[in-house]
């Protein structure tokens, strides 16, 4: 039960993007099509919970016992950048249409500040190997969750007349502030 709880209220009460305000880069940049979007989604959901779980076994088995914890930044990001070069390579080989409409933003998960945010907060949190899997995975549900929404809405804005000055970027950081104030009712759900 406890588990469920963790991944709950990774999933929508702590939303990383809605709640906590990390991976906002990747949320605004690819949330043009629903296609893109779950495709980002699924990317950062391999590298975020692969890197729970690398992240824990480096901190764990390799900078503890070294009496170097002082050095887990630099440790999670070569993780997560070793990561993210296996998703890229695996994605331009077995898709290169979304290896395309990812452009840029397939390199920029190693810099994505909620892979890194989850590695560092599963660390502090001292989670263990299983509570780290499942917050990361759980995070990276309620990352493609978020996007995906977004993605949607914004689908759905394009066929909408909205005033000049609201097209483009406002438009969209008002739909994702609406967002965020839906998911804060989620936030009694668990206590």
Known sequence: MDLLLLFIGAVLVNNVVLTRFLGIC???GVSKRVETALGMGMAV???MTLAS?????????????????????????????SLVQLVEM????????????????????TTN????GIAVINMQAEYS?????????????????????????????DYNKIPKSFE???????TAGLMAIAFLGFYGLIK
């Open 26 to 28: 990747p949320f605004l």
């Open 129 to 157: 190997l299983i509570k780290s899997i499942i917050n990361g995975f759980g995070t990276a549900v309620g990352f493609t969750l978020a996007i995906v929404i977004l993605a949607g809405i914004r689908e759905r804005t």
């Open 168 to 174: 483009g970027y406002p438009i969209v950081l008002i």
């Open 45 to 47: 959901t391999f590298v």
């Open 90 to 109: 695996i994605i331009q080989k077995t898709s290169p249409t979304l290896y395309q409409a990812l452009g840029v933003y397939l390199p920029l998960i």
């Open 53 to 81: 779980i690398i992240s824990y076994m480096v901190y764990e088995w390799i900078l503890k016992p070294a009496d170097i914890t002082y050095l887990y930044t630099i440790a999670f990001i070569l993780v997560i950048a």
């Open 113 to 116: 500040c909620a892979v890194l």
